[in-house]
């Protein structure tokens, strides 16, 4: 398998990326952010509780995250994907050590981390400008914006130095036209596949 993990700030276009890597190398997505959406949307006792949290731009807890990712080995294997890649999951370094025990359970683990790397004046351009269409509570108000940026620098940024650690962090540049940025991100899968993928 393949197992990536599409890292970087609120804005900075993880999902989108995510959703065209999936395309091109047959991977099951995995967007906690999305993932929450929906549990929202389904007015569940977890969707309930996350919603406090989003609305604040504050991360959800640790342990309804990781709660939420438990099935998705045997979820990608069933589909006959040939990895998976996680979008906004691991946002703490709790996350992080819980994926490597899951993954390494399953046996299997983290491929690569690409980091995409925006500047702050560009994440909160992009933001409010999805504000206007995404009917996202936390896509709106500037201050959560910053909050969310804030937990970002304070939780979720020493993750990168987690995976730093594990040789397996590639920084990409994430300001450009989608194309350019996913082209890089491709270079850097290639050179991920053909040192670290297992069966
Ligand atoms: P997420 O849903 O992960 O939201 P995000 O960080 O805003 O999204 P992303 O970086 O994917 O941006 P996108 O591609 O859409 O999280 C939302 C909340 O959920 C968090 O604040 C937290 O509360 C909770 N949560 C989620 N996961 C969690 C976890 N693991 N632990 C705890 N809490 C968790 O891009 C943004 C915009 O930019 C889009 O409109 C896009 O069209 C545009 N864009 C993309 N690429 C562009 C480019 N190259 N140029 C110009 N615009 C671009």
Redesign the pocket.
């Given at each position: 398998m393949i197992n990536l993990i599409l890292f970087?700030?609120?804005?900075?276009?993880?999902?989108?990326?995510?959703e065209k890597l999936r395309e091109h190398f047959n991977l099951l997505h995995i967007?906690?952010?999305?993932l929450?959406?929906n549990e929202i949307a389904k007015g569940t006792t977890l969707g309930l509780e996350?919603k406090k949290?989003?609305d604040q731009?504050?991360?959800?807890?640790?342990n309804v995250?990781i709660g939420m990712i438990g099935n998705t080995v045997d979820i990608a294997k069933e589909q006959g994907r040939h990895g998976i890649i996680f979008?906004?999951?691991?946002?703490?370094t709790a996350?992080a050590e819980a994926l490597d025990t899951l993954l390494l359970e399953k046996g299997t683990s983290v491929s690569g981390v690409l980091s995409?790397a925006v500047d702050e004046e560009?994440l909160t351009q992009?933001?409010l400008?999805?504000g206007l269409t995404?009917g996202r509570s936390?896509?709106n108000d500037v201050d959560t914006i910053r909050k969310?940026v804030q937990?970002y620098r304070t939780k979720t940024e020493p993750v990168a130095g987690y995976y730093q650690h594990q040789g397996i962090l590639m920084e990409v540049e994430?300001?450009?036209?989608?194309d350019d940025?996913f082209q890089s991100l491709m270079n850097a899968v290639n050179t991920i596949s053909s040192t670290h993928s297992d069966t």
């Open positions: 970087g700030p609120p804005g900075s276009g993880k999902g989108t990326q995510a967007s906690t952010g999305d929450l959406r996350a949290f989003m731009g504050i991360l959800v807890p640790d995250v979008d906004g999951f691991p946002r703490t996350q995409l560009e992009r933001i400008k999805r995404s936390d896509d969310r937990e994430g300001v450009g036209s989608i940025i």
